[in-house]
C-alpha cells in the first residue's frame, strides 16, 4: 500500500470516496435494503464486483511488490518496549517481577544504565541495551539459559 502524500493522491481518494457516498445509498434504496446484513450482503455479491469490474486496472508488471524481511529478528521490532534503568543490585523491575541481567563479557554491570525490557506475544521477555540483547526471561521472569554453540 502507498500512502497518499500528495494533494493529489489525496484528492483521487477523496474523490474514490465521494463515489463510494453518492452512488451507494442511491443504490441500497433503490433494492429496498434497510438492514446491516442485507447491505452487507449487496456490498460482497453486487457492489464491489461492479465496482472492481468497471474501475480496475492491471498492473504495469507481473509479480508482487512484496519483498522478504531481511533486517533483525522481526520478533524484536513487534512486541512491546519498555524502558526502565537498571537498580544498583544490577536488577530491572517489571511488572512486579525483578529480571536479574547476567554478568556478560561486555560490561561488569549495568547499575544505573537505561535499558529497554521487551514482551513478546507469548509472555516471554528480554532485556536489550542498544542493540545487544543482554538476557531471555520467560513469562513468569525466570532467566533463561543460553544455549552455547557446537565447536565443530
Known amino acids: 500500500m502507498i500512502p497518499a502524500y ?10 474514490m470516496f465521494r463515489t463510494h457516498q453518492g452512488r451507494l445509498p442511491k ?3 433503490a433494492n429496498s435494503i434497510i438492514t446491516m446484513e442485507a447491505a452487507n450482503r449487496y456490498l460482497k455479491k453486487i457492489y464491489m464486483p461492479a465496482y ?26 513487534l512486541c512491546e518496549h519498555h524502558e526502565r534503568t537498571v537498580s544498583p543490585d544490577n536488577c530491572v523491575s517489571f511488572e512486579g517481577r525483578t529480571l536479574q541481567i547476567p554478568p556478560d563479557e561486555y560490561r561488569c ?6 535499558v529497554r525490557v521487551h514482551r513478546y506475544i507469548d ?20 532467566l533463561k539459559t543460553k544455549k552455547k554453540a557446537k565447536v565443530a
Not at 63 to 74: K, T
Open 6 to 15: 500528495s494533494p493529489e493522491a489525496r484528492g483521487r481518494s477523496e474523490r
Open 27 to 29: 443504490e441500497l434504496a
Open 52 to 77: 472492481n469490474k468497471e474501475f480496475r486496472h492491471e498492473a504495469l508488471e507481473k509479480g508482487s511488490a512484496f519483498v522478504p524481511w531481511i533486517g533483525a529478528h522481526i520478533e524484536d521490532t
Open 109 to 114: 554491570h549495568y547499575v544505573r544504565v537505561k
Open 123 to 142: 509472555g516471554s521477555m528480554s532485556i536489550f541495551h542498544g542493540p545487544r540483547k543482554l538476557a531471555d526471561y520467560d513469562e513468569n521472569g525466570k
